[in-house]
């Protein structure tokens, strides 16, 4: 089973800040992996998938690199609704099987 | 437009059964998977299981593998998650959610669309 792990647990930075969240897979992954953003009270939403591209509507600030086991999701300049908790999840088994990160919380310094 | 579309809160007590519902519309239901997301109050994401309405394969996490069924009818484009003796621990927001089609996603692929959540809550 596919251990993924996410750093920090919180990272509080400012509006107009540069963001760099974590995630490691327990083995590799390939470039299988996707980052999802989830607002209080809101369904999480798919902004990163294959590691690095962007899903439909998703501002450039927003960029993920990395494969195998290590991942990096960089949003460039924090604007006030980017506030929110990121997962990174693991989509490369077949039959399909998935595992999410425990998320990391972005909040306002 | 794709949309899934969940069945309302529930309040049920312990020892009781459930059934949840996924309704798709905007796609062609039989050809995506559907799969279940648990998240317990102020806790993170847990896939539970996915199912191919197309054929019913059904898989689970080792975690949910016993403590829930998922099911589907296709005839109606909606995806099921059930509980037949429910505890107080099942309390959660339940999501339904998409694979996305191999064609979209470079083969593997992650969940492109979720349903709005629901909320189950399990008291005596």
């Known amino acids: 089973e596919i251990v993924m792990t996410q750093s920090p647990a919180t990272l509080s930075v400012s509006p107009g800040e540069r963001a760099t969240l974590s995630c490691r897979a327990s083995?590799?992954?390939?470039?299988?992996l996707a980052w999802y953003q989830q607002k209080p009270g809101q369904a999480p939403r798919l902004l990163i998938y294959?590691?690095?591209t962007r899903a439909t509507g998703i501002p450039a600030r927003f960029s993920g690199s990395g494969s195998g086991t290590e991942f990096t999701l960089t949003i460039s300049s924090l604007q006030s609704e980017d506030f929110a908790v990121y997962y990174c999840?693991?989509?490369?088994?077949?039959?399909?099987?998935?595992?999410f990160g425990p998320g990391t919380k972005v909040d306002i310094k | 437009e794709v949309q899934l579309v969940q069945s309302g809160a529930e309040v049920k007590k312990p020892g009781e059964s459930l059934k949840i519902s996924c309704k798709g519309s905007g796609y062609s239901f039989t050809s995506y998977w559907i799969g279940w997301v648990r998240q317990m109050p102020g806790k993170g994401l847990e896939w539970m299981g996915i199912i191919y309405p197309g054929d019913s394969d059904t898989r689970y996490s080792p975690s949910f593998q016993g403590q829930v069924t998922i099911s589907a009818d296709k005839s109606i484009s909606t995806a099921y998650l059930q509980w037949s003796s429910l505890k107080a621990s099942d309390t959660a927001m339940y999501y339904c959610?998409?694979?996305?089609?191999?064609?979209?996603?470079?083969?593997?692929?992650?969940?492109?669309?979720w349903g709005q959540g629901t909320l189950v809550t399990v008291s005596s």
């Open positions: 999840q693991q989509y490369n088994n077949w039959p399909p099987i998935f595992t």
């Open positions: 083995q590799s992954v390939s470039s299988n």
């Open positions: 959610a998409r694979r996305g089609g191999g064609a979209d996603y470079g083969g593997k692929s992650p969940f492109d669309y």
């Open positions: 294959g590691a690095s």
